[in-house]
Antibody, heavy 118, light 107 residues
Framework: EVQLLESGGGLVQPGGSLRLSCAASGFTFSNYGMTWVRQAPGKGLEWVSLIGATGGTQYADSVKGRFTISRDNSKNTVYLGMNSLRAEDTAVYYC????????????WGQGTLVTVSS | EIVLTQSPATLSLSPGERATLSCRASQSVSSYLAWYQHKPGQAPRLLIYDASNRATGIPARFSGSGSGTDFTLTISSLEPEDFALYYCQQRSNWPLTFGQGTKVEIK
């Protein structure tokens, strides 16, 4: 059974930093791309970033230069480093597994809440 | 960035009725479009990928069609558990984008 467990969310001041982690199990982690999707309060889904199985990365324009996605295949874990946080980054952040060679999400975590506020 | 526009924003229907949801892209995405179902407090669920392929375990009452810029998700006969939010998502171009969602509510 595929499981994705996010951690690291919480309250942070504007301009601050946070690192989210997502521990994966139930599949061969190194074979799949992983992605982060967020949902701000009362809003729809917004794609944030993706890291491919071979380590290539992509970012939404809204986070480019501030967020960094990375992975540690030895720990079956994907990370999202977030710097220069803004109020508009407040959201539930979902870690998700992509389908083989396709940038669609077939499994999602339960999400972790990030609140950027003073 | 490819903008996906979903319509209607809200669809009010009764169980057993047919639901037709639309997703229009600001430029062609070929067949590179997916549909997700999202219920409050739960993780989203992939329903359809590449416009018309049902994901694993998805009931046959869900079907997708379309190509280019116009896509449709059809639920042939609504079950009580189908009342939820539905999003489309394209993978044709970076950045990946989602539509703003259609809420299917009980009439």
């Amino acid at each position: 059974e595929v499981q994705l467990l996010e951690s690291g969310g919480g309250l942070v001041q504007p301009g601050g930093s946070l690192r989210l982690s997502c521990a994966a199990s139930g599949f061969t982690f190194s074979n799949y791309g992983m992605t982060w999707v967020r949902q701000a309060p009362g809003k729809g889904l917004e794609w944030v970033s993706l890291i491919g199985a071979t380590g290539g990365t992509q970012y939404a324009d809204s986070v480019k230069g501030r967020f960094t996605i990375s992975r540690d295949n030895s720990k079956n874990t994907v990370y999202l480093g977030m710097n220069s946080l803004r109020a508009e980054d407040t959201a539930v952040y979902y870690c998700a597994k992509t389908m083989t060679s396709l940038a669609y999400v077939d499994y999602w975590g339960q999400g972790t809440l990030v609140t950027v506020s003073s | 960035e490819i903008v996906l526009t979903q319509s209607p924003a809200t669809l009010s229907l009764s169980p057993g009725e047919r639901a037709t949801l639309s997703c229009r892209a600001s430029q062609s995405v070929s067949s590179y479009l997916a549909w997700y179902q999202h219920k409050p407090g739960q993780a989203p669920r992939l329903l359809i990928y590449d416009a018309s392929n049902r994901a694993t375990g998805i009931p046959a009452r869900f079907s997708g069609s379309g190509s280019g810029t116009d896509f449709t998700l059809t639920i042939s006969s609504l079950e009580p558990e189908d009342f939820a939010l539905y999003y489309c998502q394209q993978r044709s171009n970076w950045p990946l984008t989602f539509g703003q969602g259609t809420k299917v509510e009980i009439k």
